[in-house]
């Protein structure tokens, strides 16, 4: 019997080695995808007029029909927007750190971090690193690896893309309640970012969505908590399925 796909979708500025905490957790049970985003790793640099449209169009490619998508922060509105407008490819939608329909408090928080990145591309990626870890028992290797990532990107790739994050859950937010794949939300206690809150709006909007919170974890979740973020997704994909 074929393994079912499960699909990681990850940040802005990372790429998919942020998910070897969780990979080797999966695979006895999923086959797992780890595309790279527009703009990001191996790939080819984006227009800075990049939508969230063409953004999970571009993505839309590597992901087998009816795959369980999993999409962290930026990745989570990529994912969003395939099960609203690609559900033959959306078996079940986890949306990991992800915002919703943001305030008008948060919105502005995330304009000025975009406004740092634009001016300063590398202390913004030091701010990120903080935000991410500090506090964290996550390990200096893996700390280093994602400082590394971020300031590896093509800059403008970045900024098109952070643009997409900071805007795209309003683009999607309109269309949420039309998203028929049961999802889970999942977000860290701490993430000062994508909130607890953002994770109980999504399921307030999604009509078919549980909310899980998970104690002490910031905003690296699949990181941080590769135990704890494994179980929950595969418990709700095996109870959905």
Same mark, same amino acid.
């Given at each position: 019997?074929? =393994?079912?796909?499960?699909?990681?979708?990850?940040?802005?500025?990372?790429?998919? +080695?942020?998910?070897?905490?969780?990979?080797?957790? &999966?695979?006895?049970?999923?086959?797992?995808?780890?595309?790279?985003?527009?703009?990001? !790793?191996?790939?080819?640099?984006?227009?800075?007029?990049?939508?969230?449209?063409?953004?999970?169009?571009?993505?839309?490619?590597?992901?087998?029909?009816?795959?369980?998508?999993?999409?962290?922060?930026?990745? =989570?509105?990529?994912?969003?927007?395939? =099960?609203?407008?690609?559900?033959?490819?959306?078996?079940?939608?986890?949306?990991?750190?992800?915002?919703?329909?943001?305030?008008?408090?948060?919105?502005?928080?995330?304009?000025?971090?975009?406004?740092?990145?634009?001016?300063?591309?590398?202390?913004?990626?030091?701010?990120?690193?903080?935000?991410?870890?500090?506090?964290?028992?996550?390990?200096?290797?893996?700390?280093?690896?994602?400082?590394?990532?971020? &300031?590896?990107?093509?800059?403008?790739?970045?900024?098109?893309?952070?643009?997409?994050?900071?805007?795209?859950?309003?683009?999607? !937010?309109?269309?949420?309640?039309?998203?028929?794949?049961?999802?889970?939300?999942? +977000? !860290?206690?701490?993430?000062?970012?994508?909130?607890?809150?953002?994770?109980?709006?999504?399921?307030?909007?999604?009509?078919?969505?549980?909310?899980?919170?998970?104690? !002490?974890?910031?905003?690296?979740?699949?990181?941080?908590?590769?135990? =704890?973020?494994?179980?929950?997704?595969?418990?709700?994909?095996?109870?959905?399925?």
């Amino acid at each position: 019997m074929t =393994a079912p796909s499960i699909v990681l979708l990850h940040g802005v500025g990372l790429d998919h +080695t942020m998910w070897r905490p969780v990979v080797t957790r &999966l695979s006895g049970e999923f086959a797992v995808l780890t595309p790279d985003l527009p703009g990001h !790793g191996g790939r080819a640099p984006v227009p800075a007029d990049l939508s969230l449209r063409e953004l999970a169009d571009r993505v839309a490619d590597e992901i087998p029909p009816g795959s369980h998508v999993v999409g962290f922060s930026l990745g =989570a509105l990529a994912a969003q927007h395939l =099960a609203r407008f690609r559900p033959e490819l959306v078996r079940t939608l986890t949306c990991v750190s992800s915002v919703c329909r943001r305030t008008p408090e948060e919105r502005a928080a995330v304009l000025d971090r975009l406004a740092l990145a634009e001016r300063d591309f590398a202390g913004s990626a030091a701010a990120s690193i903080e935000r991410w870890y500090a506090g964290t028992d996550v390990d200096q290797a893996t700390v280093d690896r994602t400082r590394q990532v971020l &300031l590896a990107n093509d800059v403008g790739s970045f900024l098109a893309c952070y643009r997409v994050f900071a805007a795209g859950d309003a683009d999607i !937010g309109l269309e949420l309640g039309r998203i028929t794949a049961p999802a889970l939300a999942i +977000t !860290g206690e701490l993430d000062g970012g994508s909130t607890p809150s953002m994770s109980e709006r999504l399921a307030q909007v999604l009509p078919d969505c549980r909310v899980q919170i998970v104690p !002490g974890a910031r905003h690296m979740l699949p990181v941080q908590e590769p135990d =704890a973020f494994v179980t929950a997704i595969t418990t709700f994909i095996r109870e959905s399925s």
